[in-house]
């Protein structure tokens, strides 16, 4: 029983399909600041909060409900929390597993709520393409379907094995997770493996000691993250 919230379009290509649009410049400390707001209304039903992004998360609220009915009661009264905080509306998902929660917030944007229960879970999985399943990228994809998968129902005929051969170690997770086998905790607490800093350009750099100067500046801002 766990809530999944949260979009996208690189600038450059939305500014190529719509030459007239408005380009805003961006307010990262007011999403910052909105942020925290929404973490602060998930950690008042739980302390067991999985941050994803600024406007993602997972929460375990197993302790405070009975129930999946239960579960998408308080998934509505976190969203109405939310919207009166502020004035933001938020998708949920509701399930039993981290990777169900995640697909079924993403099935009715961008004010819903999805419930998947047990019974429910092999007919929306066998139904899901295949780049709706979390961790499958446009690479990934791209590779599935050139081997004619499509969906959940394609990647549970193929089989485990010939999953393996194709993606790796991730082709045995990829069909557990089309399996509904998906028995990973929330976790409040994760091991940073990499931390990262990046600028975008009006104009592609061309010159090698403007550029060296930049990556030295990201660099020494690596330090204070």
Do not use: W
């Amino acid at each position: 029983r766990q809530f999944g919230i949260h979009s996208a379009m690189p600038c450059r290509t939305a500014q190529r399909l719509c030459p007239e649009a408005i380009f805003l410049p961006p307010r990262f400390e007011v999403y910052k600041a909105v942020s925290q707001q929404i973490m602060a209304i998930f950690r008042a039903h739980t302390d067991i909060v999985e941050p994803l992004s600024l406007d993602e998360a997972y929460l375990d609220v197993s302790a405070v409900v009975h129930n999946l009915e239960e579960a998408a009661q308080l998934a509505q009264k976190i969203k109405q929390q939310i919207f009166d905080a502020t004035k933001l509306t938020a998708s949920a998902g509701v399930s039993f597993s981290k990777s169900l929660s995640k697909a079924a917030s993403d099935a009715n944007k961008p004010d819903g709520l999805t419930v998947i229960s047990l019974q429910q879970a092999p007919v929306f999985l066998e139904a899901l393409p295949v780049d709706q399943f979390f961790g499958v990228g446009k690479v990934t994809a791209a590779r599935l379907r050139q081997a004619g998968i499509e969906t959940g129902a394609d990647l549970k005929r193929l089989g485990e094995e010939p999953l393996r051969a194709l993606l790796g170690k991730y082709g045995s997770h990829l069909y557990r997770l089309a399996c509904a086998e998906d028995d990973r905790p929330v976790e409040p607490t994760r091991e940073r493996k990499s931390v990262g800093k990046e600028v975008t350009f009006e104009r592609d750099l061309v010159d090698r000691h403007r550029m060296e100067e930049i990556l030295e500046r990201l660099a020494l801002s690596l330090i204070h993250i």
